[in-house]
């Protein structure tokens, strides 16, 4: 199965806003565990939008593989180099 490309600059631009969301929360006092919460919300919901425009479970169960595996690499490389 082919992995769908995503555009560099929309995801770094999408990481900003998370990030900046984090230190929103953080700011205003809002509990770490419901932003947390929040975004495993989103992410079903996101999930749900994409099964109704006709993406199969499938498709994204792989992309949601392969990106958690890149993540969890991208880590770890920063953890070592002492970013994280």
């Known amino acids: ?8 600059d ?7 806003r998370l990030k900046d969301l984090r230190a929103w929360a953080m700011k205003k006092g809002i509990d770490a565990w419901a932003v947390r919460q ?3 919300i989103v992410m079903a919901m996101d999930t749900a939008a994409a099964l109704r425009r006709g993406v199969s479970r499938r498709q994204l169960d792989f992309f949601d593989r392969v990106v958690r595996a890149d993540a969890e690499k991208w880590l770890e490389i920063e953890i070592r180099r002492g970013n994280a």
């Open 1 to 8: 199965m082919k992995l769908p490309v995503v555009d560099r």
């Open 10 to 16: 929309s995801l770094v631009a999408t990481l900003q």
């Open 38 to 40: 929040a975004l495993v």
